[in-house]
């Protein structure tokens, strides 16, 4: 089945008791058992296991084409519970424009006894020169943030299967719409639901789906249950509800990012456009041959500098600036300021969620912003 069949049906179904066609939120933090002791459901306790969120973990697990899911708190918190199936020691390969809560629990977690080498991945040969004896985990974000640089998954899976380390692919920009890590050979994918997932900017959340099950599953089984960091049943409901719709709204989504990117390109005032869907993107051919459509998300950079950016953002009306990406409304962000003085981001660029609005609505909003900049 394709996927917005899956997306609406993969552990969908009415409920056999009510007939209910929506889901059920079972607030329930705890089951019932018969008399002889034994569990009615597979359910005993939330932390365990709850109703929405094992249907929030089945659908994403069948959508990214994995045997397992696992659902927690945050997109942070799916991307630790990868970090914690590796031991004290252990070497991880992270990209050097890895999103900046990833690359902050990386920098904590070398304090307990990791350690971290943070490449440019888009560059493979980086990568084979950083893989050591004791190299674990590699790391993979692609499209990147917020430069839309586009790493060769193929080639680091070539590479870590070589050298006895797993792949992770950050999968939350492209979701599995537009890209199949576990298909390209990655041994997990992780996602910050809060993003394409939810799609509506009312609920956080993170999902690991892993390749198959073994030893490193069932840690992250057990981690569920020990560490605690799981969603409410009422926001795997929001999420499952909100991959509903996933499929059709991203692929409108991407179709006006595409639109945008190719205007902003021609735009007098505009120096640079970062979106893996134009042709002259260098890494334009790895982007076509391992994704299916290029994304929602682009970045572009002003001749007239910072100064520029932050009036241009100011300007607009229809995008919001705010933090996050991959809802209906869309958003502008100057990444410099948000990220600090630490940011490798250049001074001059905008980072843009290409929202659900009309796409002629979305030109003539930066046309009169860019006008005034
Ligand atoms: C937002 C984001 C995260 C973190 O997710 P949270 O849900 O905010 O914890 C991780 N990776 C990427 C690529 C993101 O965009």
Same mark, same amino acid.
């Given at each position: 089945m394709h996927i917005e069949t899956l997306a609406i049906h993969s552990s969908h179904h009415p409920d056999p008791a009510t007939g209910s066609v929506a889901p059920a939120i079972y607030l329930s933090t705890t089951f019932a058992r018969r008399p002889d002791g034994e569990l009615? $459901?597979?359910?005993?306790? $939330?932390?365990?296991?709850? @109703?929405? #969120?094992?249907?929030?973990?089945?659908?994403?697990?069948?959508l990214e084409g994995g045997s397992a899911g696992f659902a927690y708190a945050s997109g942070v918190g799916a991307i630790f519970s990868v970090l914690q199936t590796l031991k004290p020691g252990d070497h991880v390969i992270a990209p050097a424009d890895v999103y900046?809560?990833?690359?902050?629990?990386?920098?904590?977690?070398?304090?307990w006894g990791l350690s971290v080498d943070f490449v440019d991945m888009d560059d493979i040969e980086k990568v084979a020169a950083?893989?050591?004896?004791?190299? #674990?985990?590699?790391?993979?974000?692609?499209?990147?943030? @917020?430069?839309? #640089?586009?790493?060769?998954?193929? $080639?680091?899976? #070539?590479?870590?299967?070589?050298?006895?380390?797993?792949?992770?692919?950050?999968n939350t920009w492209p979701t599995p719409l537009f890209q199949r890590p576990l298909k390209l050979g990655a041994d997990y994918v992780v996602h910050s639901s809060t993003k394409y997932f939810g799609g509506h900017s009312d609920v956080l959340g993170g999902v690991v789906v892993a390749a198959s099950e073994d030893e490193t599953t069932q840690k992250m089984r057990e981690q569920q249950w020990t560490f605690g960091a799981v969603p409410s049943p009422f926001d795997c409901w929001l999420v499952r509800r909100g991959l509903m719709t996933m499929p059709v709204r991203l692929r409108a989504q991407a179709e006006s990012a595409g639109k945008i990117a190719r205007y902003l390109q021609s735009h007098p005032k505009v120096s640079q456009v970062h979106y893996p869907g134009l042709p002259d993107h260098p890494n334009y051919a790895v982007a076509a041959g391992q994704m299916e459509g290029f994304g929602a998300m682009l970045s572009f950079q002003l001749d007239g500098g910072e100064f520029a950016a932050v009036r241009t953002a100011a300007g607009l009306r229809l995008f919001t600036q705010a933090t996050s990406l991959g809802a209906v409304e869309s958003l502008v962000e100057h990444r410099?300021?948000?990220?600090?003085e630490t940011s490798r981001t250049p001074k001059d660029l905008l980072r843009v969620s290409v929202g659900l609005e009309h796409v002629d609505d979305l030109l003539a909003d930066l046309e009169g912003a860019l006008r005034k900049a």
């Open positions: 009615i $459901s597979n359910f005993s306790y $939330s932390r365990s296991g709850n @109703p929405n #969120r094992t249907a929030l973990e089945a659908a994403v697990a069948e900046h809560g990833t690359r902050d629990l990386l920098k904590e977690k070398a304090g950083a893989i050591r004896t004791d190299t #674990r985990l590699l790391l993979v974000e692609t499209p990147s943030n @917020p430069m839309l #640089r586009i790493t060769d998954i193929r $080639s680091v899976v #070539r590479l870590a299967r070589a050298a006895g380390a797993r792949v992770a692919v950050d410099y300021r948000v990220e600090g």
